[in-house]
């Protein structure tokens, strides 16, 4: 992880996102229909959403080897957005970006992260204390159900212990 440089979005960054999402959506939801993988590469993960996002937000890119390799989201006191390339998962990157947008919400003034997570991300999640408030669904055409999870986690001086 010594040659990772984390730093803030550029507008020149959009397409090695895209292409990060796209190829990291492909390996590690591959067992998902393709209907929910276009339903979430072409709208939630469009280049427009991917851009207004980072322009409303602090959206981070993480660097490793010259390449994109991660990226994550802050939108007021909600995360979105965050991808590390499955070739380079389980090894803290992950960590790394939820830990530098925890802090940006800190700084500015939030005690309480939100987040949508899919069943693939739900253990990561978990894994950095936050907790499932509910278990939700969405339906992509007639025939495909897909469940996920609204979680959150309490930041700073306001954190419970367990």
Not at 23 to 40: C, D, K, N, Q
Not at 67 to 79: H, N, S, V, Y
Not at 131 to 148: D, I, M, P, Q
């Amino acid at each position: 992880m010594l040659d990772a440089k984390l730093r803030a979005f550029r507008d020149q960054d959009l397409e090695g996102i895209k292409s990060l999402i796209d190829e990291t959506m492909g390996i590690s939801y591959f067992e998902y229909p393709v209907e929910y993988r276009e339903h979430l590469m072409e709208g939630h993960h469009s280049r427009e959403h991917i851009l207004d996002e980072a322009r409303n937000g602090y959206t981070v890119v993480l660097e490793y080897e010259k390449r994109i390799i991660g990226t994550g989201t802050l939108l007021g006191e909600k995360i979105q957005g965050v991808f590390v390339h499955p070739s380079h998962q389980r090894k803290g990157f992950g960590k790394l970006i939820m830990h530098e947008l925890e802090e940006r919400a800190l700084a500015n003034g939030v005690t309480t992260l939100f987040l949508e997570s899919t069943p693939v991300s739900k253990l990561f999640y978990d894994s950095l204390d936050f907790t499932t408030l509910k278990e939700a669904c969405f339906s992509v055409g007639a025939e495909h159900n897909f469940h996920y999870y609204k979680m959150a986690k309490e930041l700073g001086h306001n954190k419970k212990t367990h």
